[in-house]
């Protein structure tokens, strides 16, 4: 049974970092394409960032390039997301998904590639 758990999220000032981790369990995580998802309040989730299962190649949204980066630790079974240059706009609940079954070279972000899940974790970014 795969179980993603999200941790690193806070309160945080406009232009501050944070660095979210998702520590997963179940196995044959150095084989998943790893995802973050976002949510504000009142909208849709959408998609932030995704790293490939060898972390050789990422793919991020255009509202977040140049200030996040993702990464993976696979002997941890870890994946991270680094948050810089933050803006009030950034404020959401962020989830950390899995594609177990999606070949990257097809993946466009969409979260029905995704099969699993973490709780997230709240990001408040003050302005």
């Known amino acids: 049974q795969v179980r993603l758990v999200e941790s690193g999220g806070g309160l945080v000032q406009a232009g501050g970092s944070l660095q979210l981790s998702c520590a997963a369990s179940?196995?044959?995580?150095?084989?998943?394409?790893m995802g973050w998802f976002r949510r504000a309040s009142g909208k849709d989730r959408v998609f932030v960032a995704a790293?490939?299962?060898?972390?050789?190649?990422?793919n991020f949204a255009d509202s977040v390039k140049g200030r996040f980066t993702i990464s993976r630790d696979n002997a941890k079974n870890t994946v991270y997301l680094q948050m810089n240059s933050l803006k009030p706009e950034d404020t959401a609940v962020y989830y950390c998904?899995?594609?177990?079954?999606?070949?990257?070279?097809?993946?466009?972000?969409?979260?029905?590639?995704?099969?699993?899940w973490g709780q997230g974790t709240q990001v408040t970014v003050s302005s």
């Open positions: 790293i490939k299962w060898s972390g050789g190649s990422t």
């Open positions: 179940g196995g044959g995580f150095n084989t998943w394409n």
């Open positions: 998904a899995a594609a177990r079954f999606a070949a990257w070279e097809y993946m466009t972000g969409s979260p029905s590639e995704f099969d699993s």
